[in-house]
């Protein structure tokens, strides 16, 4: 199979398209097709190791001292189950399918094996109404975003900001702190705050202009997804017995959130999200149901994943940056992207229908039906998420 095999840390270059074997499934996997999957900021962290020396030494020790173990880059995609190990009970062949890839990573490529159900990543099937190229867009960011916000307890009336609300995870978490009753104010650069308004966001600012903590207003929640704000000025702005959420913390931000969260009752949160399954089907749900979109910046072929990782450099991104594997068999396209006509692909991509290809979307909501009843905890936790009334 065709995969971008990831060579060695820093810039893009480290990141090429070669011929790899196709992974075969073990019993208690399914082998996935995979259709599309995306660039996030986090991925471009990891492939730089841009991070807090710390946090460096840690990634080498985990992932390899000199040069990257995981051969395979990128850790969310949608597809179509293709194959399925003896002992594997909950897919079928041909269920399109969503999800993450935990630390194992592995998506930039065509195929990918995972187990029906682990800890520490999540795969559901897909949203009925999504393309691939939309539902790969949702997992990490959305699941990410689910992780914090729900562990501010009840949203219903409740002023919620959001820094950092027009990237991969602020976009559902404007979404999400919406669709549970928050008041929402979303900060982020000039350029997003339209988006950030058209996705329901009751308030925002520019970063750029003004600072969030010295307006003299304040929050109940303050989801820090950019990690840009100061720690006392956040907790300065938090009213009493509020919630400071700290998606993207060093460990000094850490230890000092710990720290602060004694006075007045105010809580600090931080940590890495679990990703669990039901919280990817409870999503799905949000979605058929016309509650929670993504929001797709630009396509690039899988040959084009440094150029993807160059352009998500930039920091210029506003929603989600997709990569098709696959493309519009009808058109007689192959997303994986030759260099005599990538520029052409990435067009055809870019106006391709609404479902490329994979069963239709009727018999896709069947299969959807089908595995509801297996997803009934799911169900039941949707029934019980904060904020729900
Ligand atoms: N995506 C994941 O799966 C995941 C999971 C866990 C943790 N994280 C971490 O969480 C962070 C955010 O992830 P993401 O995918 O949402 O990244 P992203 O798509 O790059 O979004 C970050 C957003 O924050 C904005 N921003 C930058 N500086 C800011 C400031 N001073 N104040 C307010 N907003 C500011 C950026 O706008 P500009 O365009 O102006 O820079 C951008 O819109 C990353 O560091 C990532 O490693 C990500």
New binding site residues.
């Given amino acids: 199979m065709k995969a971008i095999v990831w060579t060695e840390y820093g810039p893009p270059e480290g990141l090429h398209l070669e011929e790899v074997p196709t992974p075969s499934p073990r019993e208690d996997e399914v082998r996935i097709r995979i259709h599309a999957t995306t660039v996030?900021?986090?991925d471009c962290?990891?492939r730089a190791l841009r991070f807090s020396l710390g946090l460096r030494i840690l990634v080498r020790l985990l992932m390899g001292i000199t040069k990257p173990r995981p051969k395979i880059l990128g850790?969310?995609f949608a597809g179509r189950v293709e194959s399925v190990g003896s002992r594997a009970r909950r897919f079928r062949v041909g269920d399109a399918v969503f999800g993450t890839t935990g630390f194992a990573f592995g998506a930039y490529a065509e195929y990918l094996c995972l187990p029906e159900d682990s800890r520490g990543r999540a795969l559901a099937l897909m949203p009925s109404n999504m393309t691939y190229e939309e539902a790969a867009a949702v997992p990490?960011?959305g699941?990410?975003a689910w992780h914090f916000l729900r562990r501010a307890g009840p949203l219903r009336g409740r002023r919620v900001l959001i820094?950092?609300?027009?990237?991969?995870?602020?976009?559902f978490a404007v979404q999400l702190a919406k669709e549970f009753g928050a008041e929402v104010t979303a900060?982020?650069?000039a350029?997003?705050l339209e988006a950030l308004r058209a996705n329901g966001a009751d308030h925002v600012i520019d970063?750029?202009r003004e600072d969030f903590t010295q307006r003299g207003q304040t929050y109940d929640v303050i989801f820090d997804?950019?990690?840009?704000?100061s720690i006392s000025g956040s907790m300065g702005a938090l009213t009493d017995h509020g919630c400071y959420l700290l998606?993207?913390p060093g460990v000094g931000a850490r230890l000092r959130g710990v720290w602060s969260s004694r006075k007045r009752g105010r809580r600090v949160i931080a940590g890495?999200?679990r990703q669990p399954t039901e919280d990817l089907v409870f999503l799905r749900q949000l979605i058929e149901t016309g509650r929670l979109r993504a929001t797709i910046d630009r396509r690039f072929p899988l040959a084009q994943v440094p150029e993807a990782h160059r352009y998500?450099d930039t920091?210029?991104?506003?929603g989600?940056v997709v990569v098709a594997v696959v493309g519009d068999p009808a058109q007689g396209s192959s997303a994986v992207g030759g260099s005599e006509d990538e520029s052409s692909t990435v067009d055809r991509i870019g106006s391709a229908p609404r479902r490329t290809t994979g069963p239709s979307v009727g018999s896709t909501r069947r299969t959807v039906d089908r595995h509801h009843r297996a997803d009934g905890e799911a169900q039941e936790r949707a029934g019980g998420v904060p904020g729900r009334e």
């Fill in positions: 996030a900021a986090g962290e990891l850790q969310e990490t960011g699941l990410e820094n950092g609300a027009g990237g991969g995870i602020g976009m900060v982020d650069g350029g997003k970063y750029a997804i950019a990690g840009s704000s998606g993207n890495a999200s998500v920091g210029a991104v506003g989600k």
